[in-house]
Nanobody, 123 residues
Framework: VQLQASGGGLVQAGGSLRLSCAAS????????IGWFRQAPGKEREGVSY????????LYADSVEGRFASSRDNAKNTGYLELNDLKPEDTAVYYC?????????????????WGQGTQVTVSS
C-alpha cells in the first residue's frame, strides 16, 4: 500500500493550494481519508477527515471554513483544498487512511500514511 501526497508549495498569505493523495495497493473507497499536518517543533495535528463515500467530513477548528476535503474514488485519489492560507498553516501535510467509520482526527486510528508534502505560507 502506498499513499502519495503532493501539491504543496510556497504561497502568500491569503492564497490557496490543492493537495492530492494518490493511493495504490488498496481500494480507497473502502477507507476514510484523513489529512494531518506537523509544523517544526509542534505535535502532529489532524486537520480533516472525509468518509469513504465522501458523505461525512470533519475539520479541526483551526481550519474550519477554509479547508475542504474531497475525493474521487474512481481515481483512487483524495484532495484537500487549502484556502485563505495563513502563516500558521505552514507545515508538512500528510494524508492517511482509516477503516474507522466514525469521523476522527486521532492519528493512531489511521493505518496507512503518505510521505508528506510541504506547505509554506509567507506573510
Amino acid at each position: 500500500v502506498q499513499l502519495q501526497a503532493s501539491g504543496g508549495g510556497l504561497v502568500q498569505a491569503g492564497g490557496s493550494l490543492r493537495l492530492s493523495c494518490a493511493a495504490s495497493g488498496l481500494e480507497l473507497s473502502e477507507y476514510a481519508i484523513g489529512w494531518f499536518r506537523q509544523a517544526p517543533g509542534k505535535e502532529r495535528e489532524g486537520v480533516s477527515y472525509i468518509s469513504g463515500d465522501g458523505g461525512r467530513t470533519l475539520y479541526a477548528d483551526s481550519v474550519e471554513g477554509r479547508f475542504a476535503s474531497s475525493r474521487d474514488n474512481a481515481k483512487n485519489t483524495g484532495y484537500l483544498e487549502l484556502n485563505d492560507l495563513k502563516p500558521e498553516d505552514t507545515a508538512v501535510y500528510y494524508c492517511a487512511t482509516t477503516a474507522i467509520i466514525h469521523p476522527t482526527l486521532t492519528a493512531p486510528f489511521y493505518r496507512y500514511w503518505g510521505q508528506g508534502t510541504q506547505v509554506t505560507v509567507s506573510s
